[in-house]
């Protein structure tokens, strides 16, 4: 007699499965909507210091590539230019949230962001099977600055070699990013005088998604999004621009979030879709901002267009 085996469900176990397949079908409207087009991301904070943070960025952006999409990443690397000037017995000044940027300075920057964190972000993606490639805003004459002029209590203040964008040139970027690669950019930009300049990483990202006329931009933050009161755990899903003035004006969006989301609103005036400010800090928090109808951190576009009707704006 030939004994039977009986397969038995676990019903637990069944019904995780479930809800992992219902995840993997949420995210089909956008993978049809984004197919092929361009994904600006931004990344800096603590998602650059943790290692398991660090693993779950690269993870995200190798996971958009292989569903079609184009991620170009944009990095700061404030904390290791920190940490090589205080190795040479060298200050860092800061003046409205500018580095101030000496010769010296401007060779240390240089080195680290393009030598060393430029490299190792490569060389992460690279590790994880992705085909990346890195350089600065040198290479190409992709990055065309002038120098920065900081308004000091009315004043304009030289605060060394900090670059102002000029021109973005996308060829580079976009036979890169539309082929099978995945371009990593230091934000270092070349002057009219051949001199290299410093320039802050999210204005970076913005002018270059703007160029490319991408889809999204993606600021990766330290902070959950733009909260809906000062010391607020709140803070809003979706704002219009509209709706972004207004809250300027009542006081509930300053200090730092400012510039953050007139980034955002240039980047949408110059063409791109939508933009996001983002909590780096929760592990694939661009997953879940781009795969989910709800996503996390604040979406700011010009009108609320919504991707699919289930999409809670």
């Excluded at 397949?21 to 650059?48: C, D, F, H, R």
């Excluded at 944009?74 to 290791?80: E, F, S, W």
């Excluded at 000037?85 to 500018?98: D, H, R, T, V």
């Excluded at 949408?268 to 592990?283: C, E, M, Q, S």
């Amino acid at each position: 007699m030939i004994e039977e085996t009986l397969f038995k469900i676990d019903p637990i176990k069944t019904e995780a499965t479930i809800k992992k397949a219902n995840i993997l079908i949420e995210s089909l409207p956008y993978i049809q909507k984004l197919y092929g087009k361009t994904v600006v991301i931004k990344y800096g904070g603590n998602a650059m210091i943790n290692e398991e943070l660090k693993n779950s960025v690269m993870d995200d952006i190798l996971l958009l590539k292989y569903v079609g999409m184009n991620p170009v990443l944009v990095h700061g690397g404030g904390p290791d230019i920190n940490k090589a000037l205080k190795q040479y017995n060298a200050k860092s000044e800061f003046i409205n949230g500018l580095r101030v940027t000496d010769d010296f300075t401007m060779g240390i920057a240089q080195m680290v962001l393009v030598g060393k964190t430029n490299k190792e972000i490569v060389a992460k993606l690279n590790e994880k099977g992705g085909n990346a490639v890195g350089f600065c805003g040198i290479d190409g004459n992709i990055i065309k600055c002038s120098k920065h002029y900081e308004a000091v209590d009315g004043k304009e203040t030289d605060i060394g070699y900090v670059g102002e964008i000029k021109q973005i040139n996308t060829k580079l970027i976009e036979i890169l990013s539309k082929d099978e690669y995945i371009p990593v950019i230091a934000p270092i930009g070349i002057g009219e005088d051949g001199h290299s300049y410093n320039i802050n990483a999210d204005t970076v990202a913005g002018e270059i998604a703007a160029a490319l006329k991408a889809e999204k931009l993606m600021l990766l933050t330290d902070t959950e999004g733009v909260k809906k009161e000062n010391n607020s755990d709140e803070f809003y899903s979706a704002l219009t621009i509209r709706e972004v003035y207004e809250l300027i004006d009542k006081g509930i969006i300053s200090g730092g979030m400012i510039p953050k989301v007139m980034g955002c609103i240039e980047a949408l005036n110059k063409g791109v879709g939508r933009t996001h400010i983002l909590d780096g800090r929760i592990p694939h928090s661009i997953l879940l901002e781009i795969f989910t109808y709800k996503g996390i951190g604040t979406m700011i576009m010009k009108e609320r267009l919504l991707y699919h009707e289930n999409e809670a704006l």
